[in-house]
């Protein structure tokens, strides 16, 4: 084989190292584009380690995030996050600060929050992350919904603090991981497609 026919062959060859890298993370499709799905399952064993979360703000009050459940929203390309939430002022905040309305916050309240999160990839650690958490919905127990606001920053503001500690997954090094290509959220988990095209 003479060099001219050498470099010509030389795509398929590269591909053909490429295939078995890539075989490890899934099935191939079409034009030799793998894919892998990230379920449930595996983004709950990692994020459940952090739960509850529990913030205190300078003996004023505090926020506790307790209980994830996951869901996929492929409509926006994001993941749900449904948290527990517990939330109070401290007893007397009203006398103290002369604002009467405080004292109906005062004591520990419960509710529910509506996380959604998009997708991070990170090249060096090859880690999933979720990334810009925005509170979609928060309810809690007697309280009414202008209240709520405050809380809604405060949780905006913290959940990054425990969603950037740890990757919701991490790839198994391989030639392939350098060609992850996109990260679709379907029904059943995140879609992760690699290839060269």
């Known amino acids: 084989m003479n060099r001219r026919d050498l470099l010509k062959r030389l795509p398929f060859v590269a591909g053909a190292a490429l295939v078995p890298s890539c075989a490890e993370l899934g099935g191939l499709t079409n034009g030799l ?23 205190n703000y300078n003996g004023i ?3 506790s ?9 492929p409509d926006i390309n994001k993941v749900r996050l449904g948290l ?24 520990k309240k419960t509710g529910f929050a509506q996380v959604a ?14 990334q810009s958490p925005s509170v979609e919905s928060l309810q809690l127990d007697n309280i009414p919904g202008h209240y709520t606001n405050t809380i809604s920053s405060l949780i905006n503001e913290i959940a990054p603090s425990i969603l950037n500690k740890k990757p919701i997954h991490t790839l198994e090094p391989s030639l392939a991981t350098r060609f992850l290509g996109s990260m679709k959220v379907q029904q059943n988990g995140i879609a992760l497609g690699f290839g060269l095209v």
Do not use: H, W
């Open 65 to 73: 995030l307790t209980q994830p459940k996951l869901s996929f929203a």
């Open 61 to 63: 009050g505090s926020v």
């Open 33 to 55: 584009i793998p894919q892998y799905l990230i379920s449930n399952d595996m983004i709950m064993k990692e994020l459940l380690p952090f739960f509850p979360f529990n913030r």
């Open 84 to 107: 527990g939430v517990e939330a109070g002022l401290t007893q007397g905040l009203a006398q103290m600060t002369g604002i009467s309305s405080l004292g109906s916050l005062a004591g």
């Open 117 to 130: 999160c998009g997708l991070r990839y990170d090249k060096e650690s090859r880690g999933i992350f979720l």
